[in-house]
């Protein structure tokens, strides 16, 4: 019980942190006179998946490959199902065309990417399966695209929502970077310590921990961001802040966990993987269910039934 209890504190230093990292930076760029949907999708984006990156970063140092793999997992399979459905039951969620036929895809592509690069056994009759450096580069690889159709949307788009900026002195903007940065990596280190010593102690694999405890805390800042969006009536927020995250996730968080070590996988972990290509298609389906690209408030409830399912069916397997 002290290592759970350690592990869910470890969360505390963890999200402080990669807040106040978002409202530093996003202050500091401000002053630059940085486009506030700039900051949107860059910024503010990269905070919210600050927590997964550092715990990943530490997991791949410490070579537990289960904690790596089950965190971008599990983070994904959250936000789709959980996230994304908490959203569409507060304010149905409307899809742009862009959003529709270029960002969900990316995020079903994703999905799919690391069901191949993570399965060397079945596509390449490898000895063993594992997301090795040159993979990790290839999905790195995939987020520059990301990045660079971003950028290019960033100059031919319209944008109507904005994202709140707090106004910070330089001074303070400075210091608030630096405590959030260390407060990451406080918060980082202690989850994965204390997720490894808690699995041991219970005598359970640290991939169930990583998809259960630890993927939902490291994806508190998406339903933060996401459920207060949706309240707004933001949904392009909405939609965009959870779909935004699982690329990066796994062409970014994951790219670099493998290029820091290789990334081994669990025969049982295929079986996330198809979640997360099931969470993926049913959202894009949903979409195109009824008079408009909707997803509403009786399809946010399915999602969530889906994900309480999984969670029921990982705690009794």
């Known amino acids: 019980m002290l290592s759970l209890l350690f592990l869910i504190l470890g969360f505390i230093p963890l999200i402080y942190g990669a807040e106040l990292l978002v409202d530093a930076s996003s ?15 860059t910024i503010v984006a990269f905070g919210t998946s600050a927590p997964e990156l550092i715990v990943n970063i530490f997991s791949s140092i410490d070579h537990n490959s289960d904690i790596a793999l089950g965190n971008v997992l599990g983070s994904n399979i959250f936000n789709l199902l ?16 862009n959003t529709t036929w270029i960002e969900i895809p990316l995020c079903l592509l994703s999905s799919v990417v690391i069901l191949v690069v993570a399965n060397d056994m079945f596509f390449e009759s490898a000895s063993e399966s594992v997301i090795n450096r040159v993979d990790g580069i290839i999905l790195l690889l995939f987020f520059i695209i990301f990045i660079g159709y971003n950028i290019q ?12 900026v707090k106004s910070f002195s330089v001074k303070k903007a400075v210091l608030l970077v630096i405590a959030g940065l260390a407060l990451l990596v406080i918060g980082g280190r202690i989850i994965v310590m204390y997720a490894v010593e808690f699995a041991t102690d219970l005598g359970i694999s640290q991939r169930i921990i990583a998809l259960t405890i630890v993927s939902i805390g490291t994806s508190l800042p998406e339903l933060a961001t996401s459920a207060v969006a949706a309240k707004k009536k933001n949904v392009d927020i909405a939609i965009g802040n959870i ?5 990066f996730n796994v062409f970014y968080v994951l790219g670099a966990s493998a290029v820091i070590y290789p990334v081994g996988k669990q025969p049982l972990s295929n079986i996330d993987m198809f979640v997360n290509v099931f969470a993926s298609l049913l959202v894009f389906t949903f979409i195109f ?21 999984y969670i029921a069916a990982l705690i009794l397997m």
């Open 289 to 309: 269910t009824g008079k408009q690209r909707k997803i509403d408030r009786l399809e946010g409830s399915i999602l969530i039934f889906f994900y309480a399912a």
């Open 153 to 164: 949307m960033m100059k031919t788009g319209t944008f109507t929502e904005t994202v709140p």
């Open 243 to 247: 779909v935004g995250s699982n690329i």
């Open 82 to 97: 959980g996230i994304l459905g908490v959203a569409a039951i507060i304010y149905p969620l409307t899809v742009k065309t």
């Open 27 to 41: 202050s500091l760029a401000k002053r630059m006179d940085i486009p506030n949907i700039v900051i949107g999708l």
